[in-house]
């Protein structure tokens, strides 16, 4: 099993920035990535972004030029630096525990607690 556990979220203003954290423990051992997602009141859960215990990252569009994904792995902690974050980036923010393959993110049925971020406009 892995638990998953997210802080930083909060309310901010239409351009301000948020640093999300993930911190994993457990059988990290059997993962190989962790990946961000989000879900937005009234809407389904979309992919954020990934990185990989190499340091590989994908990003959705969305993310793009504004977010950067990193990890510590001393730590077992992967964060999201959110910068310019927009009105439409009001969501509740889950990290994820799955494999990364030839640049693509695979889920797996190991999710956070999430942290909300509102961005005000």
């Known amino acids: 099993q892995v638990q998953l556990v997210e802080s930083g979220g909060g309310l901010v203003q239409a351009g301000g920035s948020l640093r999300l954290s993930c911190a994993a423990s457990g059988s990290t051992f059997s993962i190989n990535a962790i990946g961000w997602y989000r879900q937005a009141p009234g809407k389904q859960r979309e992919y954020v972004a990934a990185?990989?215990?190499?340091?590989?990252?994908n990003y959705a569009d969305s993310a793009k030029g504004r977010f950067t994904i990193s990890r510590d792995n001393a730590k077992s902690t992967v964060y999201l630096q959110m910068n310019s974050l927009k009105f439409e980036d009001t969501a509740v923010y889950y990290c994820?525990?799955?494999?990364?393959?030839?640049?693509?993110?695979?889920?797996?049925?190991?999710w956070g607690q999430g942290t909300q971020v509102t961005v005000s406009s």
């Open positions: 990185i990989s215990s190499r340091g590989s990252a």
């Open positions: 994820n525990a799955g494999d990364y393959f030839s640049g693509t993110y695979y889920q797996r049925d190991y």
